[in-house]
């Protein structure tokens, strides 16, 4: 399926993050902007799925069809640009800085936080008749997940805290997985399953990704879920995102730069 070697896709992950700090404030933003209503959606989709069937795994199996065609119509998700900008800052390619990865970060977040925010009001709106009617199942459930996640870490301390850092990790292992999928063959159909499974595992694992909790906090409290902004922020955003960056970047990013881009001589043998 017109698969391509590791030296050639990863040259393209620089490529594509250096394309990514040029691009126009606009157009950053409204991919941004998109990437998190489209991975929102995916997320009360997968939630719903799982609790009208009570089966999880069709849930999480089903998750990935969000993430695919955000990544398909070049959307981009705060967890991909971390993995991919920074590759170009350490390529030296002309014209890239740290502010302008810096610049692409915040840019993203601010679009991707929008666009799940908008989701999580629509969907609100649409299981309460215009909030003049109880949510039923899924809006207790989305409530009680975000109760989980953010005090309940909290009920835990720091122990709490750094286990959602390395849950972030993990997750943007397996997402920035997905990433990279996308570019390791020219078929649609390949990249569509290369994609799939690195994203369903995360999904299935309860792993943390910080703009799928960008729709699905704001979403719980607007259901009844009870714990505070400053709880959401602190107690999941703030080390999901750190977690999201760490995990992207050592787990994905360099491992797959510095053996094949930056490649070391091979051995000479007597």
């Not at 949510?135 to 109760?147: D, F, M, R």
């Amino acid at each position: 399926m017109a698969y391509i070697e590791p030296s050639e896709f990863v040259t393209k992950m620089v490529d594509a993050g250096e394309q990514k700090v040029y691009m126009s404030t606009k157009d950053t933003l409204i991919r941004a902007f998109m990437a998190g209503a489209i991975l929102g959606l995916a997320a009360i989709f997968a939630i719903t799925v799982a609790t009208k069937t009570g089966s999880p795994i069709l849930g999480a199996c089903l998750f990935p069809v969000g993430f695919i065609m955000l990544y398909l119509m070049k959307f981009d998700l705060l967890t991909g640009v971390f993995t991919l900008v920074p590759l170009a800052l350490l390529d030296k390619r002309p014209g890239v800085t740290f502010s302008g990865v810096m610049r692409n970060w915040g840019l993203v977040f601010l679009g991707n936080f929008g666009g799940a925010m908008t989701t999580a009001f629509l969907m609100s709106f649409i299981l309460t008749y215009g909030y003049s009617a109880d949510g039923g199942a899924i809006a207790a459930k989305v409530a009680s997940i975000g109760e989980a996640r953010t005090v309940g870490y909290q009920e835990h301390g720091l122990s709490g805290w750094i286990t959602i850092f390395f849950r972030g990790m993990l997750c943007n292992w397996m997402v920035s997985m997905g990433v990279v999928g996308a570019m390791i063959s020219t078929s649609a159909g390949a990249k569509m399953a290369a994609m799939w499974m690195p994203v369903m595992l995360f999904f299935f694992m309860g792993f943390e990704h910080s703009i799928v909790n960008m729709f699905l906090f704001p979403f719980s409290m607007i259901m009844g879920g009870d714990f505070t902004v400053y709880d959401y922020l602190v107690w999941n955003e703030i080390p999901t995102v750190l977690g999201n960056l760490a995990g992207g970047l050592l787990l994905v990013g360099l491992p797959l730069y510095f053996t094949h881009v930056k490649t070391s001589p091979s051995r000479k043998l007597a």
